[in-house]
Nanobody, 126 residues
């Protein structure tokens, strides 16, 4: 099974920035599409962003467009989520997810991913 480990979460003031990283084990990581989701207490897990194996295709939730950027470095088996202009509403546990195939145009469904990391907490204060 593929193992995913997120890092880079923390506490930041509104308007600040954080960069999350997701490192994957296995030589086949470069062939996997990767996505980021987030979940606040008492709420459903929601889609944030995804990227294809080459990084040539990306898609973002409307709530983060223009503020977040997803990218990947296949040589390092790592996917990143650069988060700028953070808002208190961005506070959540952020999860990295992976799948071996693209199954939709946007890959925004939780059920479209087979592998998940443990999550990293992001807290934005006002």
């Amino acid at each position: 099974q593929v193992q995913l480990v997120e890092s880079g979460g923390g506490l930041v003031q509104a308007g600040g920035s954080l960069r999350l990283s997701c490192a994957a084990s296995g030589r086949t990581f470069s062939t996997y599409t990767k996505g980021w989701f987030r979940q606040a207490p008492g709420k459903e897990r929601e889609f944030v962003a995804f990227t294809s194996w080459s990084g040539g295709t990306t898609y973002y939730a409307d709530s983060v467009k223009g503020r977040f950027t997803i990218s990947r470095d296949n040589a390092k088996n790592t996917v990143y989520l650069q988060m700028n202009s953070l808002k208190p509403e961005d506070t959540a546990v952020y999860y990295c997810a992976a799948n071996s195939r693209i199954t939709s145009a946007t890959m925004r469904g939780v059920g479209e991913y087979d592998y998940w990391g443990q999550g990293t907490q992001v807290t934005v204060s006002s």
